[in-house]
C-alpha cells in the first residue's frame, strides 16, 4: 500500500488560510469517508484533528475544516496561529483492510 | 482522563525480538478496537497493527506482516507487540493509538517508546 500523496511543505502569514491536500486512489480515500488528519508538534504525539472527512473531535477549533473531491482529501486552516504550525499527515482506510497515512507536511507559520 | 502508557522499548541488535506494552486507563478498554503505530527519525507516520475489542479482528501492515503479533489482555487493561525478527528499518517509535468509538480514526496516542535496532 502506497502512502497518500501530501505536500512537504505549506506556509502562510498569521490569519490567513491555508490548505493541505492529500491524494490517494479509489481504493482508499476515495472510495471510504474514512480520512482522518493529525496534528503532530516536535518530540510530541499526534493528535486527532478531523475525522470521517469533515468531522471535529471535541475541543479543537472551528479553524481546522476537511473536506473531499474525488480521490483528494483537503484539510484548511482558517485565521493561521503561530501555535498552528505543525507537521500534519491525512489517514485512510482502504481496501485491503489496513490504513495508510501520507507522508506529512511541514506548516510554517511566516 | 484517557491515558496510554507504552513500555518496553530500547536497543536490540538484528534479527533480535522485542516486546512492547501498553498500558490502558481512564476508559472501558475492552469496548475499544487498538492500534499500533510508528514512526521512524524523521519521517512519517505508518499504521502497523489493529485489534478489535474482543481480538477476534488482527489486522498488519505488510512490512511487519509474518514478524509482529500484536494481544491484548483487557483484565489487564494492556496492548502488546511482540516483534521478532527485527530489522534496521523497525527503527522508530512506536505509539499505541485508540480507535475512535465507531472507529476509522485514531482518537488517543501515548506518549511512544522507541525501538532501536541496531548491532
Known amino acids: 500500500q502506497s502512502a497518500l500523496t501530501q505536500p512537504a511543505s505549506v506556509s502562510g502569514s498569521p490569519g490567513q488560510s491555508i490548505t493541505i491536500s492529500c491524494t490517494g486512489t479509489s481504493s482508499d480515500v476515495g472510495g471510504y469517508n474514512y480520512v482522518s488528519w493529525y496534528q503532530q508538534h516536535p518530540g510530541k504525539a499526534p493528535q486527532l484533528m478531523i475525522y470521517?472527512?469533515?468531522n471535529r473531535p471535541s475541543g479543537v477549533s472551528n479553524r481546522f475544516s476537511g473536506s473531499k473531491s474525488g480521490n483528494t482529501a483537503s484539510l484548511t486552516i482558517s485565521g493561521l496561529q503561530a501555535e498552528d504550525e505543525a507537521d500534519y499527515y491525512c489517514?485512510?482506510?482502504?481496501?485491503?483492510?489496513?490504513?495508510?497515512f501520507g507522508g506529512g507536511t511541514k506548516l510554517t507559520v511566516l | 482522563e484517557v491515558q496510554l502508557v507504552e513500555s518496553g522499548g530500547g536497543l536490540v541488535q538484528p534479527g533480535g525480538s522485542l516486546r512492547l506494552s501498553c498500558a490502558a486507563s481512564?476508559?472501558?478498554?475492552?469496548?475499544?478496537?487498538m492500534n499500533w503505530v510508528r514512526q521512524a527519525p524523521g519521517k512519517g507516520l505508518e499504521w502497523v497493527s489493529h485489534i478489535s475489542g474482543s481480538s477476534n479482528n488482527i489486522l498488519y501492515g505488510d512490512s511487519v506482516k509474518g514478524r509482529f503479533t500484536i494481544s491484548r489482555d483487557n483484565a489487564k487493561n494492556s496492548l502488546y507487540l511482540q516483534m521478532n525478527s527485527l530489522r534496521d528499518e523497525d527503527t522508530a517509535v512506536y505509539y499505541c493509538?485508540?480507535?475512535?468509538?465507531?472507529?476509522?480514526?485514531?482518537?488517543?496516542w501515548g506518549q511512544g517508546a522507541l525501538v532501536a535496532v541496531s548491532s
Open positions: 470521517a472527512v469533515t
Open positions: 481512564g476508559f472501558t478498554f475492552s469496548d475499544y478496537n
Open positions: 493509538a485508540r480507535d475512535r468509538p465507531r472507529g476509522y480514526a485514531f482518537d488517543y
Open positions: 489517514n485512510s482506510y482502504t481496501s485491503s483492510n489496513t490504513w495508510v
